[in-house]
């Protein structure tokens, strides 16, 4: 099981769970958190999924009572979080020295 | 349920079945419940058109496709190009025409195997890219048309039987591992293409269709060998809407020049499309346009610098040379000059060696594409376009010397159009050369 590839959609997506690291997300709400498309989105969770960052499962409810269909939920394991947090640091610490000499100037 | 949420569900559906089978049923099930609770027409279809139109999670991106899209696209509308200019050179050349197309198809033949480790995996995406080139070129491309009979008449049923035949050929080529299927096959579909090319043509001029299967054939052949048909005997005709005249002549005459133009170059595509396709000798060395960063630049000369020396005729020198010694450093003097054809010749070209190896390998794949763009433009001009004058058209016609029409870079589009062109695929194989 290799690594996912790491983009910009997909740090979204990482930082975006990283938010309440032990939170249940469906998509459309992941979709409102990120900004991302639905065709964008899905395939991230699918590669994430199969990297082991992320884990699914079905809401437990009754449809006929409901009125809807169960929705799937997302969440971040173990392994997931701790690799999230390593990638969405290493991005801060590029962007930071990106901007920094940006930042200092605006700072004095 | 309305129309927006069938028109939703049916989107996610589709969408779901370009997934792995292992994920299709639970992504669709997941998307038609978060469709469910979607509220809003434009949300719901913003949601599904956006998985209707992106690619699945194993399929390749639309960027990857866009880089495909456009790497195949330029080398099908170069090597239609190529084809054409050969075939131009070799119809003006009267009675060594055959002899020069067949170098032609053994040129086409020879890039075909170099670049097949770039060409799609699927042969019918090369196909349809050099089909849709060879029509464009033909008819969108030259205003007024050549001959008399290239409108889109005969033009798209030559181009369409074409690219259905040599795509059934090289299928059936691969199913039996049988290279020859493939050869005999390409050659029915040009036969077959150049009749349904000259359909139009033949029922105008009254040409007998039993003599169809000998159009082709004789079509690359010079003029006045064989005649057949009606005789125009007063020399007149009308071409395009033009009033020609001329020496008498036989309506076969006109048939065959007219399918000349397209039947060359299509014979040339045909070669280079069955090299690289059918299965590449144990000793060939493709050259893949698919860079690669993994080759030790700079512990090796560079196949341009190679090449270089190779024409000038210090092969030997570099092979002998160590492999870090960069050819520049080699005092002139010390070289051994004997072994070239020519010193002054080989002082030269070592010294454009030496002056490529400096420029390393953004410099070499600059310097490639400004030369190939700069000569595209000095000879895109000299090559023939279509001309208003009757006569001289019937005259070509009548010698079988008639040309495949470049009138779209009489526009500036079209000629800054080919040389970016040139410019793309000279950087592209400075690439491939530079990582082979």
Known sequence: ?108 | MGAVDRAARAAVRAAARRWPEDLAPVMRDEWLAELAAISGARRKLAFAGSLAVSPAVDEPSWRERAVVVGRLSALAAGVTLLAAVATNLARGSAALAPVLLLLGVAGLALIGRRVRGSAPRSPSASIAGVAVALFAFLFAGNPVPMMPFMGAADIAPAVATWGIGVALALRWAAATGRRWIAVAGGVVALDLATIAGSAHAATVLGVPAWTAPAWFPLALLPGDIVAFGPHFSDGTAVLGGLQASGPAFHASEILLANAAVSAGPMLLCTAFLIAATLPRPNNTKPLTLEPTSSTPLSHQPTDASALIHRLSGSVLWVHEASDVTPPAQEPIGSSPLGRGPSGAVAVAMRRAGARLEKLGPGGRRAAAGMVAALGALAVAPVLPAAGGDADAVLGKLLDNSTAFGFGFVEHPVGLGAVALLAAVLAMRATDARTTA
Do not use: C, F, N
């Open chain 1, 1 to 108: 099981m290799g690594e996912p590839r790491i983009t910009a959609s997909v740090l979204k997506v990482l930082a975006g769970m990283l938010a309440e690291p032990g939170a249940q997300r469906y998509g459309l709400e992941l979709m409102q958190d990120t900004g991302l498309p639905s065709g964008t989105l899905y395939p991230i969770l699918a590669r994430l999924e199969r990297a082991g960052w992320v884990e699914s499962r079905w809401e437990q409810i009754d449809p006929a009572a409901e009125g809807r269909p169960s929705r799937r939920y997302y969440m971040l394991t173990a392994d997931g979080a701790g690799a999230a947090r390593r990638e969405v640091a290493l991005m801060r610490r590029q962007m930071s020295r990106a901007t920094g000499p940006l930042g200092h100037a605006q700072e004095a």
